[in-house]
Nanobody
């Protein structure tokens, strides 16, 4: 069983930064692509960023390109999302997820964390 636990969310002013972490249990972390998604109140869950198993390729939504960076440390079974220049519209619950085959499509992800709240004040 694979379990994902996010941390690092909180309240930040516009223009500030946060780093989210996603700790993954189990010995198979490096067999999964990792992704971050977010869901704002009243909106559907949307793709934010993804990284492949070896950390050789990353993908990001247009809305966060140049501001957010995804990374992973396979030795620590942890994925990260560095968020800079945060905007009020980035306010959402952020979820990390693990997939054996996909990147942008949430339906390709098998395991999900419980989510962490990010609130950006104006």
């Amino acid at each position: 069983q694979v379990q994902l636990v996010e941390s690092g969310g909180g309240l930040v002013q516009a223009g500030g930064s946060l780093r989210l972490s996603c700790a993954v249990s189990g010995r198979t972390f490096n067999t999964y692509n990792m992704g971050w998604f977010r869901q704002a109140p009243g909106k559907e869950r949307e793709f934010v960023a993804a990284i492949n198993k070896s950390a050789g390729n990353t993908y990001a939504a247009d809305s966060v390109k140049g501001r957010f960076t995804i990374a992973r440390d396979n030795a620590k079974n942890t994925a990260y999302l560095q968020m800079n220049s945060l905007k009020p519209e980035d306010t959402a619950v952020y979820y990390c997820a693990a997939s054996s085959r996909g990147y942008r499509d949430s339906s390709s992800y098998t395991y999900w964390g419980q989510g962490t709240q990010v609130t950006v004040s104006s």
